[in-house]
């Protein structure tokens, strides 16, 4: 090699270490609680995401007081949490499907836009009153708009979920996970106690334009993120695809046994969340504020929750832990039921929220894990589907059954019947007993 060779390949070497250095110090600047920020890609995601779930939180607040507005009924509320995630239940997996073979970005584009202009359609005709001062939109029309959205939500979920892993290096997924659990949540505090505000000063349509315009943040961050995409060359069709992830999952007796689990909370434990402006206006007999600070109490447990994963990192004995605190959620649901106390009844849900946050951590962080990268689109549409779908279900169960029985005997008895399932699955199951 010539004297200018060898100067050339020095800088060439000197360069590398530069960046190198400059690369460990750009890391070094965040801590281990938020390190999964330090990937510039799931910065902009985790941010746009943030505020456009504080927006979604201000429209469920607001969609549920809308609601007591028109009808003053428990079953019309399950009826609209109903018709909002029903269709998880069945339009999720084909997600999951076009997740593992078309460019995750691009559809989350266009699913993200779908749901901006909903939003703005909501609000459009939540708007107009009539002579009594209340709105003119009927309830069926709060019902469609909630079908459509839960459609698109559907086909957004897959992708979401499998797109993190693409934006973090692999040491940093369980901090991602846990760090986009807590925007989640963190949300769950801003949205209600903004939405309860917002609702007093613009009325229930403010609070659905508002969301619509929080969609921009995260469509803004998706124009920007780049990441490398696996190559597609499946021919397979989509019913084979299917298969093939059922297969994959039966033949794993942990997921199998997660998956099973995840089914309990959905149909048996979420649903509560739809009753929470039912036990905030008849029970706790509070306004429209009262409702966001409970919800917030709520949320911020499950931040706590949150951040207790990214603090700790990696968690030991998930089978254990998420057993003992789906207990412990269950029975926070079982006593906000028969509290007719505000106070007791925030305490309970920050119990709730914190304990709900960590068991719902051990099942996406084993199941992101556990599966590879070519079935992950499809693994995580089966986890969204018994996760979002089955909630639809156990809300229309509790609303029928609220007809005919006390809302907060039924709520209580589903919660008492999850505790027995989840006693059930840990002494019976060798596989969950074993998920470290």
């Not at 839960?150 to 979401?160: E, K, Q």
């Not at 992830?245 to 997660?258: H, P, S």
């Not at 689990?261 to 969340?273: D, E, H, K, R, Y």
């Not at 207990?327 to 106070?343: E, L, N, Q, T």
Request: glycine share 10%; with cysteine; proline share 3%.
């Amino acid at each position: 090699m010539t004297p200018g060779g060898e100067a050339v390949e020095k800088k060439k070497v000197e360069r590398a270490d530069m960046v190198r250095m400059l690369a460990a110090e750009k890391k070094s600047k965040y801590p281990p609680a938020v390190r999964a920020l330090r990937n510039r890609n799931f910065r902009m995601f985790w941010s746009g995401n943030f505020l456009s779930n504080i927006g979604s939180w201000m429209e469920n607040v607001a969609r549920g007081w809308l609601v007591l507005l028109l009808t003053n009924s428990a079953f019309w509320l399950g009826f609209i949490g109903f018709a909002g995630n029903i269709p998880f239940l069945f339009f999720t997996l084909f997600g999951g499907v076009y997740a593992d073979r078309v460019d995750k970005r691009r559809l989350l584009l266009v699913t993200q836009t779908v749901m901006m202009v909903l939003a703005f359609t909501l609000a459009a005709l939540a708007f107009f009153k009539g002579h009594d001062g209340k709105p003119l939109i009927r309830v069926w029309e709060v019902a469609l708009i909630a079908f459509l959205n839960g459609v698109t939500m559907s086909m957004n979920a897959p992708s979401y979920q499998a797109m993190v892993p693409k934006l973090v290096e692999r040491e940093d997924l369980t901090n991602a996970i846990a760090l986009n659990s807590a925007q989640f949540n963190m949300s769950r505090i801003l949205g209600p106690t903004l939405g309860g505000y917002a609702m007093a000063i613009f009325g229930v349509a403010g609070n659905f334009f508002l969301n619509g315009l929080s969609f921009l943040a995260v469509i803004f961050a998706l124009t920007k993120i780049r990441y490398p995409e696996l190559e597609r060359t499946t021919s397979e069709s989509v019913w084979t695809s299917l298969r093939a992830g059922f297969r994959y999952l039966n033949n794993d007796k942990q997921m199998r046994v997660l998956m099973c689990m995840t089914a309990v909370v959905s149909f048996l434990g979420i649903p509560f969340i739809m009753f929470i402006p039912y036990f905030a206006k008849v029970q706790l007999q509070t306004n429209a504020s009262g409702l966001g600070w409970l919800m917030a109490c709520s949320g911020l447990g499950a931040v706590l929750g949150a951040m207790t994963v990214a603090v700790k990192g990696v968690i030991r004995r998930r089978g254990k832990v998420l057993t003992v605190c789906g207990i412990v959620f269950f029975c926070a649901i079982i006593g906000i039921c028969y509290s007719y106390h505000f106070a007791l009844s925030a305490g309970l849900a920050l119990v709730e929220g914190y304990n709900g946050i960590l068991m719902i951590s051990c099942f996406n962080v084993s199941m992101q894990h556990l599966s590879s990268d070519e079935m992950r689109g499809r693994m995580m549409s089966i986890y969204a589907t018994s996760f979002l779908g089955l909630p639809p279900l156990g809300s229309l169960l509790a609303g029928e059954l609220s007809r005919h029985a006390d809302t907060g005997h039924v709520l209580a008895g589903m919660a008492g019947v999850a505790i027995l399932s989840f006693v059930g699955f840990y002494a019976g199951s060798p596989a969950l007993r074993g998920l470290d």
